[in-house]
């Protein structure tokens, strides 16, 4: 795995400038985020935090699934990000970096996170899951969708090509590089890790599954 990315400063900037032009990925990312959606199994009443909610296409279905009574909190870096999903929701959120979060300990029975880890460097994730881990009540379901490594030849292909490219400039891609969380996310402490990849326009996402220990 690609050990280094952007700094928080550089990923907040390039986040801020991208704003609403973020809902491009929408067709390579959207598949797998719909997997991601069916694996939280929401419903109402449910807390959830979604860290990194980007332009909010997502929280929205989140705040459906929990419905009014149920807690759809929301984080992210980006104060335009925020803006952007303020305006599509009446969801709480706040500024926030995802290595910090700051929530008691067991405060959410899910959490979602789509396309934010690939974009930590590899150092700070095992922190990252802990942090995860901790807002999470025991019992409660952690799901991840990131760009990963291919499965076939166009999708290998592509990530090759993605490669080259963020060696030339990590900022081109916003930061984002393929990853591969499963190990992390048992070394955390997470139990029944499952890893699911979808392939869209050639582009490979993994969707990772995992429940905190009851
Ligand atoms: C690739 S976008 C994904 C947005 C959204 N989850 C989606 O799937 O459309 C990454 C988002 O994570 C935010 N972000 C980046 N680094 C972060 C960090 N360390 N903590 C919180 N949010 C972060 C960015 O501002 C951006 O909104």
Known sequence: MIKNTISPEAARRFYDRLG?????????????KQVGLERLAL???LRLLN????????HRL?????????LPAGID????????????????????????????????DRLFSAYVLDLIPLDDLPGLLAEMRRVLRPGGRLVLVSLTEGVNLPSRAIVGL?????AASPV????????QLAGLVRQAGFQQVSREVVVQ??????VITAEHPA
Do not use: I
């Open 77 to 108: 870096l980006s104060p335009v990000m925020l803006r952007l999903t303020r305006d599509r929701t009446a969801a709480p959120l706040c500024q926030a970096d995802a290595r910090r979060l700051p929530f008691r300990s067991g405060a959410f």
């Open 201 to 206: 326009l050639a582009v490979p996402s993994e």
């Open 20 to 32: 609403a032009g973020h809902d491009r990925a929408e067709m390579y990312e959207s598949r797998a």
């Open 172 to 179: 081109a891609c916003g930061g984002c590089r393929p990853v």
């Open 51 to 58: 860290v990194g909610v980007g332009t909010g296409k997502e």
């Open 43 to 45: 419903s109402p009443g």
């Open 62 to 70: 989140l705040v459906d699934g929990v419905g009014p009574t149920g």
């Open 162 to 166: 993605w490669k080259l490219l963020y």
